[in-house]
């Protein structure tokens, strides 16, 4: 009679099936990990940007009323 080994696993197969799973989603982590980062260093050059345009434009508005 053969036997199912999806149904008889040894405590060892599922330890190692877990950690497969937890590596591989910490693998997901690490590989989204800088996208993540150039994200967050895109959003804060933005703000930079965007705040450097406003005060050129009121140092300019300055000077131009001087």
């Not at 099936?17 to 150039?38: D, K, R």
């Amino acid at each position: 009679m053969p036997v199912d080994l999806r149904e008889v696993q040894p405590p060892s197969v599922v330890a190692l099936q877990h950690a497969w799973s937890l590596s591989s989603s910490t693998a997901c982590l690490v590989t989204l990990q800088p996208l993540i980062s150039f994200a967050f260093a895109f959003k804060l050059l933005f703000i930079a940007a965007s705040f450097h345009q406003h005060l050129q434009l009121s140092l300019l508005h300055i000077f131009a009323v001087i």
